[in-house]
């Protein structure tokens, strides 16, 4: 291993923390038809947080109707409630709502104080029963999914991935813009919303998952949500297109940024893999050892740095995927470019001697300090129940971690880390 990375791997040695250790909060799961109900009670916690996920994603949409689940799930919280659109509705009695759009499904997530769960819960379930289609509401939806589309659009790093997105998904529209475009979004019509949400928003393959003081929750919440959508299921579209002629991966785009950014992916495993553990390690490891070796100033603090150069295992995604990635701002970007792709070279070539104990308790707290929040509790819960996978997320998580071994490390590094996809965002003054 070269002279510098080893320097780093002792620094790293030496700094982290021991492995954490949690418990759980206790958990159930159950079926009610179609749809999976999981419940993580917490009586300590002060919020009740509740995931609805429902399959109606970017794999429901064609092509030239990019934009258009984003665009049904905004209509939804600008349906009028009580007078005024359900996401001002829901504020008003102290909680938040909002949606994400991935490949095969869209999330809402529901939070309020636990004396306000029956009127929030009761909102949105009307809401989703019944959404308001007509061109008044679907026109302030399109207004919003457009500022938001803007916004995006400032953020190097999630260009980035929506770039790469096109190139790992099995089809063409599943990996198509979570929020399409202004130029797609505008050839949409209230018909188009009301038309997708009729086909795709369908009780089958639900899932209702639950964090926090669920105690707080209407009796038959879970139930509930599975009554609100007509039974049946939608159906996913398949797009193909052709291959791109030539032997380069490389995505270049220009932004408004500062500075250029290196976003680099490799393929990964999915939570139920024997390499999901050994997965997590080595993504804590790379992150570790990227800060250390990047040449960033020593007055950036790890907090910032971590935000600038690391890595991102996105185990839920489809396909799940390693991303990593360079904020060319910080420090010397030829040599934090050259640094992050070499290292994940080396990973896959030579073994690691010694212990990982420490990265395994880097992956370790990583993932429980991810957990602790009350949206990724119910959100974490309801993807492991829903892959069929025992829910219990964290003891298992934290099992598969320590059972990983330096030869499991090098063995996934070899099997996944090869071949990266690579996007770079680049200011647009740069030539």
């Not at 799940?320 to 050259?338: D, S, W, Y």
Request: glycine share 8%; with cysteine.
């Amino acid at each position: 291993m070269p002279r510098p990375f080893v320097a780093a791997l002792a620094a790293a040695l030496c700094m982290l923390p021991a492995i954490a250790r949690a418990d759980a909060p206790p958990m159930g799961v159950q079926r009610a038809g179609n749809v999976t109900i999981v419940r993580q009670t917490d009586p300590a916690a002060l919020l009740v947080g509740v995931e609805y996920v429902v399959p109606a994603g970017l794999d429901r949409q064609t092509l030239t109707q990019s934009g258009l689940s984003a665009l049904t799930a905004e209509s939804i919280l600008r349906t009028p409630v009580a007078g005024v659109p359900l996401a001002d509705a829901i504020a008003a009695k102290g909680g938040s709502v909002h949606w994400n759009v991935e490949a095969n499904d869209v999330r809402f997530y529901v939070e309020s104080l636990p004396e306000d769960a029956p009127a929030v819960t009761a909102l949105f379930l009307s809401a989703v029963a019944k959404p308001d289609f007509s061109a008044a509401t679907v026109d302030a939806a399109r207004a919003s999914v457009d500022r938001k589309f803007a916004a995006r659009q400032q953020a190097a790093l999630q260009v980035g991935l929506d770039m790469l997105a096109r190139e790992a998904s099995p089809s063409a529209n599943s990996g198509s813009p979570e929020l399409g475009s202004p130029a797609s979004l505008a050839q949409l019509s209230a018909n188009d919303a009301a038309a997708f949400y009729a086909r795709n928003y369908r009780r089958d393959g639900s899932v209702v998952s639950a964090a926090g003081r669920v105690d707080a929750l209407p009796a038959g919440w879970g139930e509930s949500f599975a009554n609100a959508l007509p039974p049946g299921s939608g159906k996913a579209i398949f797009v193909h297109l052709p291959a791109l002629e030539g032997s380069s991966r490389q995505f270049v785009t220009h932004r408004d940024i500062g500075a250029p950014w290196l976003i680099a992916q490799y393929p990964a495993p999915p939570i139920d893999s024997k390499d999901f553990g050994a997965m997590l390690v080595l993504s804590a490891f790379i992150q570790r050892t990227l800060l250390d070796v990047s040449g960033m100033p020593s007055v950036v603090s790890a907090t910032i740095g971590s935000r600038a150069i690391g890595s991102i295992y996105s185990f839920d995604g489809q396909p799940p995927r390693l991303t990593l990635f360079v904020n060319g701002e910080i420090g010397n970007p030829t040599q934090a470019f050259e640094t992050a792709l070499q290292l994940v070279n080396v990973l896959s070539q030579t073994r690691l001697h010694g212990s990982i104990d420490q990265f395994k308790a880097a992956a370790a707290g990583d993932f429980a300090g991810d957990a602790d929040r009350l949206e990724s509790r119910a959100s974490l819960g309801g993807l492991f129940a829903g892959e069929g996978a025992s829910p219990d997320f964290l003891n298992r998580t934290l099992a598969a971690i320590a059972a990983t071994t330096p030869d499991d490390v090098r063995r996934v590094a070899k099997k996944y880390l090869n071949d990266p996809a690579i996007a770079l965002v680049l200011p647009r003054d740069n030539s």
